[in-house]
């Protein structure tokens, strides 16, 4: 069955930097579009980053452009999240996700803070 395991997140300082990893199985990771997304406290779940199958094209929400950057490694199953520069922010949950055979599937996510 499909399975996507996220991690990487914690308590980041301001200005730093992160990168959240999501390991797939159960599909063949390399021929599918991955997603990650975000909920934060209150607010609807967002799409910030999306990668095709080859990595040949990304694309991002606009508020996050410049600062995150989505890659993936086909032969670890992997893809992932790096951000920089960060800025202050309550929690927010981050999940990756990828539609299959007509289904969407997710991870449980792994949370982010950024705080002094």
């Known amino acids: 069955q499909v399975q996507l395991v996220e991690s990487g997140g914690g308590l980041v300082q301001p200005g730093g930097s992160l990168r959240l990893s999501c390991a797939a199985s159960?599909?063949?990771?390399?021929?599918?579009?991955m997603n990650w997304y975000r909920q934060a406290p209150g607010e609807e779940r967002e799409l910030v980053a999306t990668?095709?199958?080859?990595?040949?094209?990304?694309n991002y929400a606009d508020s996050v452009k410049g600062r995150f950057t989505i890659s993936r490694d086909n032969a670890k199953r992997t893809v992932y999240l790096q951000r920089n520069s960060l800025k202050v922010e309550a929690w927010a949950v981050y999940c990756c996700?990828?539609?299959?055979?007509?289904?969407?599937?997710w991870g449980q996510g792994t949370q982010v803070t950024v705080s002094s």
């Open positions: 990668i095709i199958s080859d990595s040949s094209v990304t």
């Open positions: 159960g599909f063949i990771f390399r021929q599918y579009t």
């Open positions: 996700n990828v539609a299959r055979g007509g289904r969407v599937f």
